[in-house]
């Protein structure tokens, strides 16, 4: 079986159920990911957060990393590929 990672991002502005949608998306494929890698471009709403924190429940290769501070999708997806298997 092959094996890959997933990365992506999220701001504070990205509407929570496009994200639900997205990560449903991923985790609903014939062919799952190893891992996804979830960047947290700065700080996040509640809504995002619950989101995120149901999703990590139920998909344990679902990896978190929350950065403190926005630093645009370029800086986000760079340190995500720091995290990446």
Same mark, same amino acid.
């Given at each position: ?5 997933v990365?992506? =991002?999220?701001y504070?502005? #990205? *509407?929570? $159920?496009?994200? $639900?949608q997205? /990560?449903?998306?991923?985790? *609903? ?5 190893? &891992?996804?890698?979830?960047?947290? @471009? !700065?700080?996040? @709403?509640?809504?995002? &957060? $619950?989101?995120?924190?149901?999703? $990590?429940k #139920?998909?344990t290769e ?5 950065? =403190?501070?926005?630093?645009?999708? !370029?800086?986000? /997806? *760079? &340190? !995500?590929?720091?995290?990446? =298997?």
């Amino acid at each position: 079986m092959k094996q890959f990672t997933v990365l992506m =991002s999220v701001y504070y502005r #990205e *509407n929570p $159920q496009f994200l $639900q949608q997205s /990560l449903d998306s991923i985790f *609903n494929q014939t062919l799952p990911p190893t &891992e996804v890698v979830l960047v947290q @471009d !700065g700080p996040m @709403d509640d809504k995002l &957060e $619950q989101v995120i924190e149901r999703c $990590q429940k #139920e998909h344990t290769e679902l990896k978190t990393i929350k950065l =403190s501070k926005c630093h645009g999708l !370029g800086g986000a /997806l *760079n &340190e !995500g590929l720091r995290h990446c =298997s």
